[in-house]
Nanobody, 123 residues
Framework: QVQLVESGGGLVQAGGSLRLSCAAS????????MGWFRQAPGKEREFVVY????????AYADSVKGRFTISRDNAKNTVYLQMNSLKAEDTAVYYC????????????????WGQGTQVTVSS
């Protein structure tokens, strides 16, 4: 059974940092793309960043470029999202997802999803 388990969310002041983790289990993810998405109340789920497990290729949403960094630990089957210089508009539930299609930012093209972790940034 495939599981993606996010952790690391919380409440932080604007300008602060958080690191989210996504622990993947249940299959081999070497050919998958791992993505982070977020959804704020009343808004659609939006792409944040992805990383390809095989070669570490990444892409970021313009809104987080220069502030967020995605990385992976192959040995631990875990993907990380380091979030710096957080802003109030980063407040959302953050989801980890896995999909087979490379270079995609579309939520529908991701197969597996975690339960989400809340990130709240106070201004």
């Amino acid at each position: 059974q495939v599981q993606l388990v996010e952790s690391g969310g919380g409440l932080v002041q604007a300008g602060g940092s958080l690191r989210l983790s996504c622990a993947a289990s249940g299959r081999t993810f070497s050919s998958y793309t791992m993505g982070w998405f977020r959804q704020a109340p009343g808004k659609e789920r939006e792409f944040v960043v992805y990383i390809t497990w095989s070669d570490g290729g990444t892409a970021y949403a313009d809104s987080v470029k220069g502030r967020f960094t995605i990385s992976r630990d192959n040995a631990k089957n875990t993907v990380y999202l380091q979030m710096n210089s957080l802003k109030a508009e980063d407040t959302a539930v953050y989801y980890c997802a896995a999909g087979l299609k490379r270079f995609t930012t579309t939520p529908m093209e991701y197969i597996y999803w975690g339960q989400g972790t809340q990130v709240t940034v106070s201004s």
